[in-house]
């Protein structure tokens, strides 16, 4: 895999792509499979990233990113020891586009 397991992503804009991984600045990421699952979400004008890594600490994280960021503004980690927390990611809008975004974690 990717950089020893740590895996990434790639973060785009209208001009340029980066391929982001966080295992070079965080050795706790190592083996977590950043970027097995990734979506994201609108706020406002604010696009966020929110992005799985299921293997980190043997629990899983889910990390959120500005869409123009490479360090995560927000992160929940799995409290289950295999529990792969991350693995998939959903988001639902309740009330259309103005509404309440929620991030389902699975």
Known sequence: ???DWSGGFFQSNRTSMM???MSS???????SYLGYS???????QTVYLVVGAPRYGHKGRVLVFLKT???PTY???GDQSGCYFGAVLCTVNL??????ILVLVG
């Open 75 to 77: 992160h929940v980690d």
């Open 38 to 44: 990734i979506t994201d979400i609108k706020v406002g």
């Open 69 to 71: 960021s490479e360090n």
């Open 95 to 100: 009330r259309g586009r103005t509404g309440t």
């Open 25 to 31: 600045r965080y050795v706790d990421m190592k083996d």
């Open 19 to 21: 391929f982001r991984n």
């Open 1 to 3: 895999g990717a950089f």
